[in-house]
């Protein structure tokens, strides 16, 4: 039996540019589909599971970020965003903080594209594979599969993917500290921007997330000039109990 090719779902208001991307997705592999509109995409994702989303940043009826703050981020669908508007990096850095799993600017190369979409998956369908296990540490449990943390008191907060990628990282290698630039090629998405604010930013959501006090951060540390250290005992296990 043939296998199924993974789907792509662009949402994008150029008809030029989403019949370009499509045709090239199909070209390379893929099955693809368009929608102009939020409303016809969320129609579309309410009928099919895509692979990965390749979303416009500005659409007439809403915008590519809330997109995937409200419905992709939950359901841990990779996204690809666009933009030729927000060319700012503050921009680009709230678009990973959000959940984005890479960002290009427009105007879009087609097959560069189709590149982009084959990294995020790659890195996507590791995690599948390998993220079956879980992370102890200082009372939390890291469910790297279900994108969540589990708090000491049993309360669950809900993790993206580049959290997951990033904490994944940091527990790996605890009690040594890891630069920006070691964190950013572990994350290949975070790599393909020319600056390194964008982990400074993840790692002041995770600690949010772990409850750290800001001034005084006990689960991960800032080693002034070096990087970042994640300073408890980590343990591991194929189940959210030890």
């Not at 009928?47 to 419905?71: F, S, T």
């Not at 890479?102 to 084959?118: N, S, T």
Request: aromatic share 6%; with cysteine.
């Amino acid at each position: 039996m043939a296998t199924a090719r993974p789907l792509v779902l662009v949402l994008e208001d150029d008809s030029d540019l989403a019949s370009a991307l499509v045709r090239t997705f199909r070209e390379h592999g893929f099955d693809a589909g368009s929608a102009g509109l939020v409303r016809d995409f969320e129609r579309r994702l309410s009928q099919v599971r895509p692979a990965i989303c390749v979303i416009d940043m500005n659409l007439p009826d809403g915008a590519g970020l809330d997109v995937i703050g409200r419905r992709l981020k939950s359901e841990a669908i990779p996204a690809i965003l666009m933009s030729g508007v927000w060319t700012e990096v503050s921009y680009r850095v709230l678009g990973l903080e959000m959940g984005a799993d890479d960002y290009l600017l427009k105007p879009v190369d087609p097959r560069e594209m189709v590149a982009r979409v084959r990294a995020v998956l790659r890195r996507s369908e590791g995690a599948a594979q390998d993220d079956d296990r879980f992370a102890h540490f200082g009372g939390w449990t890291a469910d790297f599969r279900g994108h969540r943390l589990i708090a000491p008191d049993a309360s669950e907060v809900e993790l993206s993917a580049s959290e997951v990628r990033l904490l994944r990282a940091l527990a790996s290698r605890p009690q040594r500290v890891q630069t920006r630039e070691t964190l950013m090629e572990d994350d290949e998405a975070a790599g393909t921007l020319p600056f390194d604010r964008s982990i400074d930013v993840r790692i002041s959501r995770l600690r949010a997330k772990l409850r750290e006090d800001p001034r005084n951060p006990r689960i991960i540390k800032t080693i002034y000039g070096a990087g970042y250290m994640f300073a408890p005992k980590v343990e591991w296990s194929r189940g959210a109990e030890r």
